[in-house]
């Protein structure tokens, strides 16, 4: 199990999306926190840790990421679920410094209704046939992992973990992903 990571799951859906994404990332990380829909913030066990101050999705993220422990995050959508080697891969390219955001491989849920199972295919749906000549410049919001130190201070004076926001503020900052 990676030890320094925590894994943010942000809810959706909540229901059995959410447990199963829970589940799943449970078993390949130690820290795991739960935003839930109502902007209650849990840890995998349930056991409460905040609530986020504003119910839109930038701002449930910005309110968990404060609350993480480990220098590594990675954020997670319950339309999702982390696949075996999630963690490694997100993980071994913070092994350099000028790493600033990775991601892992994924499944979409096929559990998902129609409708959220078409939103997830189609924001994945750019990152299914990457230009491996050049670094990327952005990640799909349903699965992100950031150095913590990076992006609290690319959101400073931001609406949150606005995702296209944050890329650019690493990306000035002299980041790379």
């Keep these: 199990m990676a030890e320094d990571l925590t894994v943010i799951i942000v809810a959706l859906l909540g229901g059995e999306a959410l447990e199963r994404c829970v ?8 820290h795991v926190i739960v935003v839930h829909r109502d902007g ?26 404060e609350l993480a422990a480990t220098e590594v995050i990675g954020l997670l ?18 092994a350099r410094k000028a790493v600033v955001a990775s991601s892992g491989p994924v499944e979409v849920a096929k559990s998902l209704p129609a409708a959220s199972r078409s939103l997830a295919l189609s924001e994945y749906g750019a990152f299914n046939h990457p230009d491996l000549t050049t670094a990327p410049t952005v990640l ?9 130190s990076a992006v609290l201070e ?24």
């Design 40 to 65: 209650t913030i849990v840890d995998q066990h349930g056991k409460a840790l905040g609530k986020a101050s504003r119910l839109d999705i930038p701002g449930k993220r910005k309110a968990a990421v």
């Design 77 to 94: 959508e319950d339309t999702v679920l982390p696949c075996s080697g999630w963690s490694s891969a997100a993980l071994s390219a913070f």
């Design 140 to 148: 799909p919001g349903c699965n992100m992992a950031f150095r913590r």
């Design 23 to 30: 589940e799943a990332a449970a078993s390949k990380v130690r």
């Design 154 to 177: 690319a959101m400073r004076e931001t609406d949150g973990l606005v995702d296209q926001v944050v890329f650019r503020n690493l990306l000035a900052a002299g980041g790379e992903f």
